[in-house]
């Protein structure tokens, strides 16, 4: 099904720096708000996938009559909301629906289920909440199951009232943490998902900012540099040794194991010239006073040279008990109290995928032709050593895709507007000149004088844009 809405990006003009276009090229002022919303409440990244998984469910909600459904309006009844929801489920994203005893429907996932269902269950939740809060939907947040959110309610009032007594740092005892009861009215069942698109430029600086103020050694520096660097898993950090550096010339490459190669040393992991530099110094210092010899890098090749040491036996990072660190202890130790202090909930894998949407980003912005972006696109999956390749590509695609052609739009836009501009576009005589976003600042000007005066400016920038119909639709 072809895309109705579109995004286009404005620059420097007013708060609403995404403004989203409907099928009738009518600007879709609930979508529109929630962008600028959801901007505010989360990542520049975040809020632009999650439009990108809403706007196809709201033009499944326009199909009409003519395609075998009744066209519905996102201002629907929950109940009537629900229906459609559970549909777009089935139909589109490949879930199985089915309705629990207590009144909310579980998801089971298939293997034509989309990545993407999390997100788009997320996405739509934190709608309907904007919508709520700024009075455009006046019924509850048809995502929201009752019973549930009045459990989970109570449960939290539990909690708060009986406090858990408190272990001792130095006992090593860290107690579960206990798990939510859920208020969704579509819960996933059967598998835990994370999402697989991490598109905000500043996460690392974020992690790295947080694990500084916990006073990170240089080693949980360099670990975590790595991993958003090289793309690999951290039991694939963690498990290096000097041998695996060693092999690959102490620079900025090591050798390194693989999921599910037991061991063997199956694919090269490739980092910065200033994490390499970092992590000499880090050998030499922190390294090199955890080291049962004391030895310092010039020292273990130079041992290896002259007698034979087995660098492979050598790990790279060391536990405080003097042992090879486990990815265990680098959670614990480094990764989440640097989340908790950056106000970020992420789980240490996402590092991957940061580093593989970065990527896909740079391969979709430089090439010039089709099949030098095919070709990078392989070498990008010889590199994480995908054994499902183009299927695992395919994840993330569906995100880049839709972003793809909507800046190809913007492109469009601006040369179109330019021609106008330069009257470089002869209309036949009774036409009237196209009329396109970028060259809508004019109508603004004009609309500013007409409305009320206790509206904001941008604000009457957007009713002038979208028009009577659209203002209606709020």
């Known amino acids: ?7 286009v990006t404005r620059s420097g003009l007013g708060r609403h720096s995404v403004l989203v276009f409907d099928r009738r090229n009518e600007l879709h002022f609930p979508l529109t708000i929630f962008a600028r919303e959801a901007m ?40 009537v909301l629900r229906r459609e929801v559970d549909n777009y489920l089935v139909e589109r994203l490949k879930c199985k629906v089915k309705e629990h005893r207590a009144g909310f429907q579980l998801l089971a996932l298939t ?12 996405a739509l939740k934190l709608f309907y909440r904007i919508m709520r ?42 107690l579960p943490r206990k798990q939510r009861l859920s208020d969704s009215y579509f819960k996933l069942v059967g598998e835990s998902w994370t999402p697989q698109v991490i598109d905000d430029a500043e996460f690392p600086a974020r992690i790295l900012g947080g694990g500084r103020k916990v006073g990170w050694r240089l080693q949980g520096e360099c670990i975590t540099r790595i991993l958003f660097e090289s793309g690999c898993r951290v039991s694939e950090v963690v498990g290096l040794t000097l041998g695996d550096w060693a092999a690959r010339g102490l620079l900025q490459e090591a050798q390194a194991f693989s999921k599910g190669s037991h061991g063997r040393r199956v694919k090269f992991i ?8 970092l992590l ?12 049962q010899n004391h030895y310092p890098l010039d020292e273990y090749i130079r041992r290896a040279q002259a007698h034979g040491t ?16 486990t990815p265990k202890a680098f959670r614990e130790s480094c990764w989440d109290p640097a989340c908790r202090v950056a106000a970020i909930e992420a789980d240490v894998h996402q590092t991957r995928h940061w580093y593989v949407t970065q990527v896909m980003r740079g391969i979709y912005e430089t090439s010039r032709v089709q099949p030098e972006m095919n070709r990078r696109l392989r070498e990008l999956i010889e590199y994480m050593g995908w054994r499902s390749g183009w299927q695992t590509l395919e994840a993330y695609q569906h995100y880049f895709d839709p972003q793809r052609h909507a800046e190809m739009q913007d492109r469009l836009h601006q040369r179109l507007d330019a021609a106008l501009k330069n009257n470089r576009v002869c209309l036949p005589e009774g036409h009237s000149a196209l009329s396109v976003p970028s060259s809508v600042d004019s109508q603004a000007e004009k609309a500013q004088s007409s409305h009320e ?22």
């Open 40 to 79: 505010n409440r989360c990542s520049s990244g975040t809020a632009r996938l999650y439009l990108n998984v809403l706007i196809p469910f709201f033009d499944w909600l326009e199909i009409n009559e003519s395609e075998g459904r009744i066209h519905r309006i996102w201002g629907d009844t929950p109940e």
């Open 310 to 325: 087995d660098l492979d036996h050598v790990p790279l990072f060391l536990s405080r008990r003097r042992t090879q660190l």
């Open 133 to 174: 809060a700024q009075d455009r939907y006046r019924h509850t947040n048809p995502l929201v199951d009752g019973p549930s959110a009045v459990l989970a309610e109570i449960e939290l009032q539990i909690d708060d009232d009986v406090p858990v007594p408190r272990m001792l740092t130095v006992s090593g005892v860290i």
């Open 1 to 7: 099904m072809a895309l109705g809405c579109r995004i």
């Open 280 to 291: 000499r110094r880090c050998f030499d210092t922190e390294r090199r006073q955890l080291d």
């Open 453 to 474: 005066s206790d509206c904001d400016s941008d604000l009457e920038y957007l009713l002038a844009l979208g028009g009577k119909r659209a203002a209606r639709r709020e």
């Open 270 to 277: 490739r980092f910065s010239a200033a994490t390499a530099k």
């Open 111 to 122: 293997d034509g289920t989309r990545s993407t269902v999390r997100v788009f269950l997320s």
